[in-house]
């Protein structure tokens, strides 16, 4: 039982990595590049759903929906203003621009006046709810965050495999040029790939929001999704959510079995060695030049 | 406009090109030597900052800006140096030989993370140096019995034969002879085919190969070397503060340590120093600042770091060469004077060179 619970919290703790490293995979199969701000647009989502809910006194299901698309025409501003300028630029550089935005989305939402310095929880309608499975104890707030990525997922694989756009942009990721040759307007997928990956981060961040409750540095739990991006496979969208998983569980169990210290550190520890045994990880994708 | 002609194959390699560099820097040494006796004690503490950093920045700008490898752990290096130091002098190890352990132990722990690092690259390597720091500081915080934990720990002021260094111009004076020492050392091994060799990783690392340079032996070595400057900065550090505890060495102090080198301006030694100046003087300037704004902003705890946001998002976009490569135009605009051509620094369009293919 006591193994079931764990597994339970660490899979729920593993969907929120698993989103955010979709994030990351997005961007970087799109555009090839890093963005360290995956964490903080997770945070400027789950703010956006609060204040729709506590300003304007939306219901939840609105505000989250708003807060969705306000935070996917955010991305695709964001491509827009500063990323597109310089890709192609070298990577490092692109990093340190996003290292930059995380800054700036930081800063500015303790700006605002009221709401951005405090912590605040997200009212939402299955608040501290809880089912009884025989033994097993059910959180409701976990539930909603295995079935929601579940729900999520299977849409993005619908759209990637069936949808126009989302052909597109496995094409446009797996060669720009090519793609651009044959009529893919790749700059503005880079967009939509932009808002898309904001746009996901927002639902992390609302699905995150009544465990961890909502403040300015929320956005750190982004350098967690990091292990799990590499353990899944940089390139790879499944890998993504299962190296979420993976990190999720292991950290849960580490955090019960191991002594203190070791829950914060797993991930790292798993990632490494990881690097060290396979680099391209779980499912990467071994691409060799041909001559 | 100066013409330089060469007459002799020692002039490619001169520190010294002309006399105008040995006129300023002569003045520039000749100011830092007297310093403490001319601006007083608050500006002489940052001062002694900026050369701690300017140490830190050069072990950080071999290894970014003339390797090509970035370190987002590079706190953990400095961490390293620090409690080495604090540890040993508070054992009462003379002030020289802890110094030069604290850099030692940090080389060998470069050393440690550069042997994962040599199968990965480019976001891989930075993800691990990453995730190296948050397992070096955690074990900072947890191995109780040496580094006190959380609670931190407290270091006592060096001695150097019998004087106490502890005051403001003894340490200062001691900051600067290591920071000049570090610089020239910098300076020699990249002139040296050493340094040739790292410059040429950084610019291909297939041409570099076919070239005969052993690329795990060199990557290792920057590491080593990087690594051991950090140490020295921090245990330099340590002594500066005589206090230091974990969360001095977190992710965030690494992120302010690549922004130091990006802002300064990579691949250019006069770049960390620069970009130190920038880190010290900064958060300064925001203070100042802060009566000026509207109380909204200006008391709002995030404003230090929407400030280095902005000014780092714009330094990416507009001045790739940072605060250096700003220099090396207004330079040219005063050499050229009526003849600068807007287009002279031009950036060259080129699209994403796939990393994914190798």
Redesign the interface.
């Known amino acids: 039982m006591q193994i079931l619970q764990l597994l339970l919290s660490g899979i729920a703790q593993g969907c929120i990595y698993g989103l955010i490293a979709l994030g990351f995979v997005l961007i970087?199969k799109a555009?090839?590049t890093?963005s360290f701000a995956q964490g903080d647009l997770m945070m400027l989502g789950a703010f956006g759903a609060f204040a729709g809910m506590s300003l304007f006194g939306l219901p939840f299901w609105l505000a989250a929906v708003l807060a969705v698309l306000a935070m996917a025409a955010f991305g695709v501003l964001l491509e827009l203003v500063?990323i597109r300028?310089?890709?192609?630029?070298p990577?490092?550089?692109?990093?340190?621009?996003t290292?930059?935005?995380?800054?700036?989305?930081?800063?500015?939402?303790?700006?605002v006046?009221g709401i951005?310095?405090d912590t605040h929880t997200l009212a939402v309608p299955y608040k501290d709810q809880i089912w009884k499975l025989g033994e097993l104890v059910v959180n409701l707030e976990q539930l909603t965050i295995i079935i929601a990525t579940a729900i999520l997922c299977g849409l993005l694989f619908a759209m990637f495999r069936y949808s126009k756009l989302g052909i597109a942009m496995q094409a446009s990721s797996q060669n720009?040029?090519a793609a651009y040759y044959m009529g893919i307007p790749v700059k503005r997928l880079n967009g939509l790939v932009w808002g898309l990956a904001a746009a996901v981060a927002a639902i992390a961040g609302m699905l995150l929001a009544p465990i961890t409750f909502v403040h300015?540095n929320m956005g750190f739990i982004g350098?967690k999704a990091?292990?799990a991006a590499?353990v899944g496979g940089?390139?790879s969208l499944p890998g993504a959510i299962v190296g979420g998983l993976v990190i999720g569980i292991v950290e849960s169990f580490a955090g019960f079995y191991l002594p203190?210290?070791f829950k914060?550190?797993a991930?790292?520890?798993v990632?490494?060695l990881m690097?060290?045994i396979k680099?391209n990880g779980l499912f990467g994708?071994k691409?060799?030049?041909k001559v | 406009m100066r013409f330089i002609f060469k007459t002799s194959y020692d002039q490619d390699i001169r520190l010294a090109r002309h006399g105008g560099h040995v006129f300023w820097y002569g003045l520039l040494v000749a100011f830092l030597v007297v310093a403490p006796w001319v601006i007083d004690e608050y500006w002489l503490a940052q001062l002694t900052f900026v050369l701690i950093y300017g140490i830190v920045g050069l072990g950080l700008m071999l290894l970014?800006g003339f390797t090509g490898q970035?370190s987002i752990g590079h706190a953990a290096f400095l961490g390293a140096g620090a409690y080495t130091q604090g540890v040993l002098t508070n054992m009462g190890v003379p002030f020289p030989i802890a110094l030069l352990a604290a850099a030692a132990l940090s080389a060998a722990v470069g050393v440690v993370v550069a042997l994962?690092a040599l199968?990965?690259k480019?976001?891989?390597l930075?993800?691990?140096t990453?995730?190296?720091g948050?397992?070096v500081e955690?074990v900072f915080?947890?191995w109780e019995s040496v580094t006190g934990g959380n609670a931190g720990l407290h270091v006592k002021s060096p001695q150097l034969f019998g004087w106490s260094l502890g005051s403001g111009d003894g340490f200062y004076f001691l900051c600067l002879v290591v920071a000049v020492l570090s610089t020239l050392g910098i300076l020699n091994l990249l002139r040296s085919p050493t340094g040739r060799a790292f410059v040429a990783i950084r610019d291909s690392e297939i041409s570099a190969q076919s070239m005969g340079i052993h690329l795990a032996r060199y990557k290792t070595m920057s590491f080593a070397i990087s690594a051991a400057l950090a140490g020295l900065g921090g245990a330099l550090y340590a002594h500066k503060l005589s206090f230091i505890s974990p969360d001095q060495f977190n992710?965030l102090q690494s992120?302010d340590l690549?922004?130091m080198v990006?802002i300064g301006g990579l691949g250019s030694v006069h770049g960390a120093f620069l970009g130190a100046i920038f880190l010290i003087a900064m958060p300064q300037l925001i203070s100042m600042g802060k009566d000026w704004l509207p109380a909204?902003?200006g008391q709002?705890?995030?404003?230090?770091?929407?400030?280095?946001?902005?000014?780092?998002?714009a330094f990416?976009?507009f001045e790739?060469l940072g605060l250096y490569g700003r220099w090396l135009k207004i330079r040219t605009w005063l050499q050229l004077f009526p003849f600068y051509r807007k287009g002279l620094f031009k950036?060259q369009?080129?699209?994403?060179?796939?990393?994914?293919?190798?």
């Open positions: 970087y555009t090839e890093v500063v300028p310089i890709l192609g630029q990577q490092f550089s692109i990093v340190m621009l290292i930059g935005i995380a800054y700036v989305a930081r800063g500015l939402i303790t700006m006046p951005g310095t720009q040029l300015a350098l990091f292990p590499v940089f390139g203190d210290g914060d550190t991930p790292y520890i990632v490494l690097l060290m680099p994708e691409l060799r030049k | 970014a970035f994962p199968r990965v480019g976001i891989y930075g993800i691990a990453l995730s190296f948050f397992i955690e915080a947890r992710i992120i690549l922004l990006v909204v902003v709002a705890p995030g404003l230090q770091g929407l400030v280095y946001g902005l000014v780092l998002i990416v976009l790739p950036r369009k080129s699209f994403t060179k796939s990393d994914r293919l190798r």
